[in-house]
Structures are given as C-alpha cells and as structure tokens.
C-alpha cells in the first residue's frame, strides 16, 4: 500500500486547514484508519482514528472539538479538517491503516507525511 498525504501549509492561528490521504494498492474499506502527528524531536503521535464505516471516531484529548476525521471509501481517501489551529498543532502529519479506535499500532509503510505550521 502507498499512502500519499496533501493538503498542509502555512495557515495563521485560527484558521483552518483540511488534508487528505490517498492510498493506492489496496482498498482502506475494510480498515480502521488514522491520522497521526509528529513534531519536531517528538514521538509521532494518533491524533484522530475512523472505523471503517464511518460510525465510529477517536480524537486525543487535544484536537477534540477542532478536528474532524472522515473517509470516503469509494476514493480510498481519508480526510482530516482541522479548525482554530494552534501553534502547537505544528507537525508533520501522517496517515495509516491502525489495529483499532484509539490504538497506535499501525499496519502498512509510513507515507512521506505533509507539513503543517501554524504560526502565532
């Protein structure tokens, strides 16, 4: 499986931003996905997960209310709106297939991940 995310830049506190995650080689139907995060000098971290409907989300407790996870399976695409960012939502995001809601433990080769800077 390729996974290619897009859709990071440079946003101002408070803005909005919304990425995506394209995977080829494999359809994402029938798995739970996430979206994970990774700072410089910092662990890369789960931020939001999908079960594979739809119907079930996870969000850490620091991007809950502002992020927003959904998939539209038909694309093999899965997407992360991110609203009122804050400065440290700074990182790398990345996405991937992971073993359940909640759980970091992750299934395929990691994508080269997109940039996002909130600057204050």
């Known amino acids: 499986v390729q996974l290619v995310e897009s859709g990071g830049g440079l946003v101002q506190a408070g803005g909005s931003l919304r990425l995506s995650c394209a995977a080829s080689?494999?359809?994402?139907?029938?798995?739970?996905m996430g979206w994970f995060r990774q700072a410089p000098g910092k662990e890369r971290d789960l931020v939001a997960a999908i079960n594979w409907n739809g119907d079930s989300t996870y969000y850490a407790d620091s991007v809950k209310g502002r992020f927003t996870i959904s998939r539209d399976n038909a694309k093999k695409t899965l997407y992360l709106q991110m609203n009122t960012l804050k400065p440290e939502d700074t990182a790398v995001y990345y996405c991937?297939?992971?073993?359940?809601?909640?759980?970091?433990?992750?299934?395929?080769?990691w994508g080269q991940g997109t940039q996002v800077t909130v600057s204050s």
């Open positions: 991937n297939a992971v073993r359940g809601l909640g759980v970091s433990q992750v299934l395929w080769t």
């Open positions: 080689g494999r359809n994402i139907r029938s798995y739970t």
